[in-house]
């Protein structure tokens, strides 16, 4: 059975930083594009970063402010958020492919999805 678990999530300033990890396990994702997508209250889920074998996608909201990273030794992913800002507050999901992809930004494009991780950026 595969699971990803997210971590790291929690109350912060504006202007603060929180790093989210999220643990697979149940099958290897080396191979897979890894990402976060991000759902506030009353709006759709919306992508953040992605991480796969040709590289890295942001959304421009976040580009230069976090880093999405991997661990495949640990078949982990990271995101790394600094400068937060208030509208940065909602539930962070971290997601795999099932097949390998050069990008993926997308959430149809993800078969497996975590449970979410509250972020809420005070001003």
């Known amino acids: 059975q595969v699971q990803l678990v997210e971590s790291g999530g929690g109350l912060v300033q504006a202007g603060g930083s929180l790093r989210l990890s999220c643990a697979a396990s149940?099958?290897?994702?080396?191979?897979?594009?890894m990402g976060w997508f991000r759902q506030a209250p009353g709006k759709e889920r919306e992508f953040v970063a992605s991480?796969?074998?040709?590289?890295?996608s942001y959304a421009d909201s976040v580009k230069g402010r976090f880093t999405i990273s991997r661990d495949n030794a640990k078949n982990t992913v990271y995101l790394q958020m600094n400068n937060l800002k208030p509208e940065d507050t909602a539930v962070y999901y971290c997601s795999a492919t099932d097949l390998p992809r050069a990008t993926a930004t997308a959430p149809y494009q993800y078969k497996y999805w975590g449970q979410g991780t509250q972020v809420t950026v005070s001003s």
């Open positions: 149940g099958r290897t994702f080396s191979r897979n594009t």
């Open positions: 991480i796969s074998w040709s590289g890295t």
